[in-house]
């Protein structure tokens, strides 16, 4: 190859290289700003208010991101005049299920004695007796049933002694549905074979601690910030019963019923994110699961930036800046990493509409007020943490070296 024809492909490189930077200052330093999302943030329309940036007029903020959140609020089942919470006691009665296991004792006649489980259809089968009602009952309830039946069926001429030992609780599939993150069916209460105590099952007596409306909830993915706690709906054979479950919330006593299989569960949405039920309680999700990306080079996992593989569980309460200090985008060197942003991708549960918010790390992490613009993390949320102007800029003298290096050793090469 001449001189000329070198001179030719050393400008043709020189082009491609310019050509190269500039779409990389275009690519690399582009913002989320424009994503197009099809929920309505600016107009106030999100789930959370925290979503929009704040305002100020006269060095004030206009309004508190609480306040906009609430006014969307429908009216609550509770009396206005009502106290804030009204504790009540649990109105704890031993009702039996589908599936319980008892220890039945009639006198010392063998026929009857043992042990029996309560049917899928809510009865228990003692032999040359027709079924005796059990679902929903107390064991009390059937001892009576049983000795009547004994008498009525002329087994017996007086009614003899039963007894009737609740020796093990089974699992009961309950139905839960409105503002709750997993509505759907769940299992509720039982033991597993490994976890059973034997003394305890021979011993009388018997609670369900795992049966209870607490458990139905927190299975179905916990209550959502805008459910309305003050009528916890729960239907049973045609009667539904109500329940005030905001003493959930702050550590007072509440009616949390023992369930029965069949049990529905219903919560009604109020139309608003209310603040004060995002954090961990018996009604409410522990914690969430959120899917985290910081990586400054895109690969097949996150273990460089000390990431979990797919998602970290984040305390159920963990806002945005919190969740972006987890997952290492925040701090390092200030002149490389103070103009970086993260990306927070969600859904609002009440729409389904999706929605893509980003944030200057810096302005979350100095702000008085951040709070006010400070979402929380909500269940399958995601996360992208993005690098600062200066890191592209280097990540783009790094390219122009490579492309300039590969020409130069190629001239070198010809010229040879």
Known sequence: MNESKHRQFAGWLASSASLLIAASLVGGCASLDDVDNRESVSEGLSYQAQYRSPRRQKGRWTQTATNQNLRKCTASTASAHSPAIAPQMPRDGLLLSSGDLLAISVGNDPTFSGSYE??????????HLPAIAAKGSSVEAIERRIASALVSNAIYSAAPPVSVRLQDFAPARVHVSGAVFDPGSVDVGGVSANDRDTLRQNAGGGTAEGRRLSRALQSAGGIRPDADLTNVRIVRGGRSISVDARGAMKGLPFNDMLL????????????????DLVAPSPVTTPGVK??????????????????????????YGTRFLDAIVGMNCLGGTKWVNADRTAALISRNPLTGESIVIERKVERLLRDRDRDDFNPFMMPGDALACYDSKQTNLIEIAKGFTAVTGAAKATLSMWGN
């Open 260 to 275: 029965l299989a069949g049990d529905r569960i219903e919560v009604d949405s109020r139309g608003c994110f209310q603040d």
């Open 290 to 315: 959120v899917f985290m990306s910081n990586l400054t080079q895109p690969a097949a996992a996150n273990a460089l930036s000390a990431v979990g593989k797919d998602a970290r569980e984040l305390r």
């Open 118 to 127: 309560v049917s899928q259809d809510g009865t228990v089968r003692l032999p």
